[in-house]
């Protein structure tokens, strides 16, 4: 597209010129380049936004033997409620306006697009509180599992914290704080190195 084309679009049709920076990061490296690419070819098949230019830097392995691609994104975005739409659905690692270089805005709109952002923040902070409740509920089952495995374990004779570490799959040093809770508790009393029912 021509600078004359970004200019009409931006002066006569109101679209918001932008350069915006995206970036996916996982595993594994073919994962990671397509799903950045299959964002970019759906934001191309929108019709409220006209993709300019796109540059795409090569797969870099990250620490953690993750994978990150960046690609830069210049666009024009029909209005506000579009811009907004697109970043808290593809989540942008930055976005910079380019132009127009003053943004008008009527009440409505802006109204509208605070109710956007806010909708979006309470949607996040719901997520965000069944997320800490699930993991809750799957801690302690977690941890009620790691006692009946070391309570079968000692019923088996397996009495001693390196080899009830062993059978359980658990590091020893992870599995102390749960003996002492159980004695604590009176499920379980340690003789030297060795635990038994109480």
Not at 41 to 61: N, Q, Y
Not at 74 to 95: F, G, I
Not at 156 to 163: C, G, P, R
Request: hydrophobic content about 40%.
């Amino acid at each position: 597209m021509k600078q004359k084309e970004i200019k009409q679009k931006i002066e006569e049709e109101k679209y918001i010129h932008t350069n915006i920076l995206f970036e996916v990061v996982g595993k594994p490296k073919s994962h990671v380049e397509l799903s950045l690419k299959t964002h970019i070819e759906k934001l191309k098949a929108d019709k409220e936004l006209i993709v300019i230019r796109e540059e795409f830097e090569d797969v870099v392995e990250q620490e953690g033997g993750v994978w990150s691609v960046v690609a830069e994104v210049e666009l024009l975005v029909k209005n506000l409620d579009k811009l907004t739409w697109l970043c808290m659905n593809y989540m942008p690692a930055s976005v910079e306006i380019m132009g127009p270089e003053k943004l008008v805005f009527k009440a409505r709109e802006l109204t509208n697009w605070i109710n956007d952002l806010l909708s979006k923040m309470h949607e996040i902070a719901f997520m965000s509180q069944q997320v800490g409740q699930q993991n809750k509920v799957m801690l302690k089952s977690v941890n009620a599992l790691v006692r009946n495995f070391i309570l079968l374990c000692i019923d088996s004779n397996i009495t001693e914290v390196d080899q009830i570490s062993k059978k359980v799959g658990v590091l020893k040093k992870d599995l102390e704080p749960v003996f002492e809770a159980m004695i604590k508790e009176g499920t379980l009393k340690k003789n030297g190195k060795k635990y038994t029912r109480k």
